[in-house]
């Protein structure tokens, strides 16, 4: 039987609710709420940004990441506002205690990610999705914290003087709001590129359990009593040792993750403001290494063997002006230059960090045969799409060879769409051609098809073809948690002109090491075993990989 009760009189507190007892003046004391609101606000935003940027590099896809990150974060935040709502008796100290939680918690969850998929990402088995898994329990913890957070604010706020509740809401949400603002500015053109992404997650741990407890014990501590001030003072500075060694130890804790990564012959690791650059081995007969963001590009073992796949057929005819999109390794470029009536060769690399690493570094400028020191080589700096889209439309070119990261990448997405291959079409001589690496065909045909499909969406005639010979040690593919039983074995290749359907032959050039007509018919018909019919095109608004 449900017993009727009166109602309480319109806008009265609550009976266990009395006003706060402050150190400082009513008016003073919501400033420093709504100044602590618009820090926890920017923190919790950081630890979002951080763990969709962490995520997109380790596990690839940045779409993906972030739409698990932020769908999940949202949900947990809805449900942890619910759960809230029994801490208000004691608000002060659940704020304190939820922000010293959220501070340990989000700044260690780029290192806890990090280490997980550097040391246990081969395992394979029902491990095989463990960064992806912890990704998710790092964002619905984060996510329960900061939900938490806005309940136990306005019981606060309204403790200090109490006002309608759209009034006091409004003032809540705008520090909120502001605060996400200057954290989403803060994360990319301060954190990244000053601190990275570990060292950026532990500062904002910091700051995170500096503004909750100072608030709570300096604002609030006659709300606890003493032994609460003491626990909440002992757990906040618990954090920020732990946060401070972490700090102080992430050196040598990145050195070692990236040895168990890439092995314990990394010569060269840099972070660029575009990719992480890392070569390994190169010296003392090991074979060279070129990661891009963690997935393999060159592999000294059989690069050869890839550039001149890449390279040979598409030079089977005039091509005395070549454009390379990409490859600012100069591998590609090394295999235009064996051709001697080749006139000048223009390369578009959006990163000036590989070019120069291809300049200086001793073992890859040795592979690439020092291509930058010949005055046909001109090298620009640019994204490819852009670069095509504000040169001037003239069919100036004989071969265009577009030596790309993995179309399922999704940075590289709109490389391998319609419009791209419509803006390489303007400056194609005619008859020239163009030839892209389109993947592997082996774990990834639809991908594969799909590119083919795009291109001849963009009046282009083409020849898939399909070549053995990747080192199989890592994966390279846009998803970076596929061990090395996983990794693809193969390339696939589409060579392609708007004449018509281009031979796929070695040419009258130097004769290949590694390729024959024989070989390149196998290729052809290889590839063509695996086809896939049907498939839609893609464009920049409807990605298809």
């Known amino acids: 039987m449900i017993e009727s009760h009166a109602p309480a009189p319109p806008g009265a507190p609550p009976s266990w609710a009395g006003p706060a007892r402050l150190p400082v003046r009513p008016g003073t004391g919501r400033f420093l709420v709504l100044a602590c609101v618009f820090v926890c606000a920017a923190c919790g935003l950081v630890y979002e940004l951080e763990l969709v940027a962490l995520a997109s590099y380790l596990i690839g896809d940045s779409v993906t990441q972030a739409s698990v990150v932020l769908?999940?974060?949202?949900?947990?935040?809805?449900?942890?506002?619910?759960?809230?709502?029994?801490?208000?008796?004691?608000?002060?100290?659940?704020?304190?205690?939820?922000?010293?939680?959220?501070?340990?918690?989000?700044?260690?969850?780029?290192?806890?990610?990090?280490?997980?998929?550097?040391?246990?990402?081969?395992?394979?088995?029902?491990?095989?999705?463990?960064?992806?898994?912890?990704?998710?329990?790092?964002?619905?913890?984060?996510g329960l914290l900061i939900g938490a957070e806005v309940p136990l604010l306005m019981e606060l706020i309204q403790r200090i003087r109490r006002q309608d509740a759209g009034g006091a809401v409004a003032d809540l949400f705008a520090a909120d709001y502001v605060g996400a603002l200057v954290g989403g500015l803060a994360f990319p053109f301060l954190l990244?590129?000053?601190?990275?992404?570990?060292?950026?997650?532990?500062?904002?741990?910091g700051v995170n359990a500096v503004a909750g407890g100072a608030l709570?014990?300096?604002?609030?501590?006659?709300?606890?009593?003493?032994?609460?001030?003491?626990?909440?003072?002992?757990?906040?500075?618990?954090?920020?040792?732990?946060?401070?060694?972490?700090?102080?130890?992430?050196?040598?804790?990145?050195?070692?993750?990236?040895?168990?990564?890439?092995?314990?012959?990394?010569?060269?690791?840099?972070?660029?403001?575009?990719?992480?650059?890392?070569?390994?081995?190169?010296?003392?007969?090991?074979?060279?290494?070129?990661?891009?963001?963690?997935?393999?590009?060159v592999s000294g073992r059989d690069e050869r063997r890839y550039h001149e796949a890449l390279v040979t057929p598409a030079m089977d005819g005039p091509h005395a002006r070549v454009l390379v999109l990409g490859g600012g390794d100069g591998l590609a470029?090394?295999?235009?230059?064996?051709?001697?009536?080749?006139?000048?060769?223009?390369?578009?690399?959006?990163?000036?960090?590989?070019?120069?690493?291809?300049?200086?570094?001793?073992?890859?400028?040795?592979?690439?045969?020092?291509?930058?020191?010949?005055?046909?080589?001109?090298?620009?700096?640019?994204?490819?799409?852009?670069?095509l889209r504000t040169a001037a439309p003239e069919p100036s070119y004989d071969v265009v060879i577009a030596d790309l990261p993995d179309p399922g990448i999704t940075a590289s997405t709109k490389l391998y769409s319609a419009e791209f291959y419509g803006l390489v079409r303007r400056v194609l001589a005619p008859g020239g051609r163009l030839v892209v690496h389109a993947g592997p065909v082996s774990s990834r045909p639809r991908v594969f098809w799909?590119?083919?499909?795009?291109?001849?969406?963009?009046?282009?005639?083409?020849?898939?073809?399909?070549?053995?010979?990747?080192?199989s040690g890592f994966a390279a593919g846009p998803d970076r948690t596929a061990g090395a039983s996983r990794a693809p074995r193969d390339w696939g290749f589409v060579l392609a002109s708007p004449a018509a359907r281009p031979a796929l032959g070695p040419g009258a050039g130097p004769r290949s090491a590694t390729l024959t007509r024989e070989s390149l018919g196998a290729a052809r018909r290889a590839?063509?075993?695996?086809?896939?019919?049907?498939l839609p095109a893609s464009t920049l608004v409807h990605p298809r990989y």
């Open 192 to 205: 990244l590129p000053l601190l990275g992404q570990l060292t950026g997650a532990m500062v904002t741990g």
């Open 450 to 471: 799909t590119v083919d499909a795009t291109m001849r969406a963009a009046g282009l005639h083409t020849t898939p073809y399909r070549v053995g010979g990747r080192d």
């Open 216 to 297: 709570v014990l300096g604002l609030f501590r006659r709300d606890l009593t003493r032994r609460a001030r003491w626990l909440l003072l002992a757990a906040n500075l618990a954090v920020l040792g732990v946060l401070a060694t972490a700090a102080v130890l992430v050196d040598d804790f990145e050195r070692a993750a990236r040895e168990a990564v890439y092995g314990n012959d990394v010569r060269v690791a840099l972070q660029t403001g575009i990719q992480e650059i890392v070569l390994t081995g190169g010296t003392d007969g090991r074979a060279l290494g070129l990661y891009l963001d963690g997935r393999l590009r």
């Open 333 to 387: 470029a090394r295999e235009v230059l064996r051709y001697p009536d080749v006139r000048r060769i223009d390369i578009v690399e959006i990163d000036p960090a590989v070019v120069d690493l291809a300049r200086r570094d001793p073992a890859l400028s040795r592979l690439n045969g020092h291509v930058y020191g010949d005055a046909r080589v001109r090298v620009t700096i640019a994204d490819a799409f852009r670069r």
């Open 71 to 142: 769908s999940v974060m949202v949900f947990a935040m809805g449900i942890g506002s619910l759960l809230a709502k029994g801490l208000r008796l004691h608000a002060a100290a659940a704020f304190g205690a939820i922000e010293a939680l959220l501070a340990l918690v989000g700044g260690c969850s780029a290192m806890a990610l990090y280490a997980v998929f550097a040391w246990t990402g081969d395992w394979g088995g029902l491990w095989a999705s463990g960064p992806r898994w912890l990704l998710v329990a790092f964002s619905l913890a984060i």
């Open 527 to 534: 590839a063509e075993a695996t086809r896939i019919v049907g």
